[in-house]
């Protein structure tokens, strides 16, 4: 039989990287919080203790991340070693290595480590025919530990280590038990805070009701009433800012809310200024919600009439909201196109991204206004829009689908037939582009021009000039992922900023091949997601291999 490790005689594992466990014979400094003794009552009796056997181990996946804070492991720079003491605690073969492990790797601790060791804790004292001598000095270490941290556990934790510390023997009154039921309870009853009472209708109490953590967790339902209802009097400009903020940080199109917003605004517009004015239009641009309030429009030309040269930035933030909402007034655009502004923000700390607003601006003048003839942005102050994948793509890559899909096309077309993250004129990035030969032919990319003309001169929808070497016409098609964040939260309406862009790479002559993310969720496997590629090309009538010649 192996010997347990730290025995003589025994091999030690090694440990995984960034993990430490002292062996008995080494010295290290035990403290309260980073010690763990486990010291099971004699009442823990066989028959309970192999239950343990049955309870199936806590996957950090299944637990997913706490709504306390705790981080998901594919987002912590330490998933390895945390993973690694997931296995290790797992596989210990001794309650001194199990508690080890525990005690002298705190950092690398996360909430699910510790059913799993509560778990194999109790299954090494079932499977062994002669159970180790255990202390009499009672659980204490390890309820306290526990106890500490428990409020940060969600519900599959809690769940879990109320049901081990029962079948360890945990007296049900104890301190432990208790304090575990009453998470449990919390968990599991936690619910929206019910509609603002009329009492509660006044200014500063919609603040807090705004500003309250509760709010944050259950955001939709519990002020609309309230809030719809109330008069414009009755509200704050800051309590209105929290919510505008609230709605667009989590993507949420409530008209009711979006109405009561508009309807603020309107009946407060002498009392704003700009810098309040760009916090409340910015959850219409990024939802792409035009408020049915008819004064809305005339009332934002109205501030940025008397507002534009105080305020510069907050001047274009309001201008890039409706910009989303293909709303942008004339006089507006004359004032921030003019020599002066541009000279004046020249000088500011912020020149670089309103720079790059206003070539945004300037690229929708070209593309959605025909009719203006004010003053444009020069073309020396003219910078990428979009050079490369917005921060939300980034920031959610790892959930994309973006990988997948290149490797579908890889093996479908080949590498040399598509360009992924490809920045064209003026600055939009693409996933995906495809340059097709007037006969429908997908052609290798290096040796096309990948960018349409920019101005875009008047030909078909996705066809450039003739190509400089051959002579033939050839098409750009761009495949644009659609991912589950790219919408409101209601899965239907694209957010503003991705509707922008896929209305003026239309515009600019792209034929544009949208792949939502509900076609892409259904594909079960590389082999589907070939097939559905492969119809998805072929409706639009393109050919490739052999048969493309």
Known sequence: MRRPWGEP????????????????????SPSPS????????AQASPARLSGLLLVPPVQPCCLGPSKWGERPLGGSPHAGPVQGLQRLLEQAKSPGELLRWLGQNPTKVRAHHYPAALRRLGQLLVSQ???PPVEQATLQDLSQLILRNCPS?????IHACLHLAVLLGFPPDGPLVCALEQEQMFRLCLKPPPPLLPALQGGQRREAALSDPQFLRYPRQHLISSLAGARPEELTPHGMVLLAKHLARHRLREPQLLEAIAHFLVAQESQLNSKVVQKLVLPFGRLNYLPLEQQFMPCLERILAREAGVAPLATVNILMSLCQLRCLPFRALHFVFSPGFIKHISGTPHAVIVRRYLSLLDT??????????????????QVPIFPQPLITDRARCKYSHKDVVAEGLRQLLGEEKYRRDLTVPPGYCTDFLLCVSGSGAVLPVRTQDPFLPYPPRSCPQGQ????????????????????????????????????LRERHLGLMGYQL???????????????????YLRQKLQALGLRWGPEGG
Not at 153 to 157: A, V
Not at 513 to 531: D, I, V
């Open 513 to 531: 091949l949208p792949l939502p993310f509900e076609e892409l969720e259904s594909q079960r496997g590389l082999p589907q997601l070939k097939s």
């Open 153 to 157: 556990f969600d519900i599959h934790t």
């Open 9 to 28: 005689g025994s091999r030690a594992r090694r440990p995984a990287e960034g993990l430490t466990c002292a062996g008995p014979g080494q010295s290290w």
């Open 34 to 41: 980073r010690v763990l003794r486990v010291l099971l009552p």
């Open 464 to 499: 450039a000039a003739s190509n400089p070497t051959t002579g033939i016409p050839a098409q750009r098609v761009v495949l644009m992922l659609r991912e589950r964040w790219h919408f409101c939260r209601d899965g239907r309406v694209l957010l503003g900023s991705r509707a």
């Open 364 to 381: 929708a003048v070209e593309l959605e206004l025909p009719g203006y003839q004010g003053p444009r942005l020069p073309r020396r102050q």
């Open 129 to 131: 025919p002669r159970p």
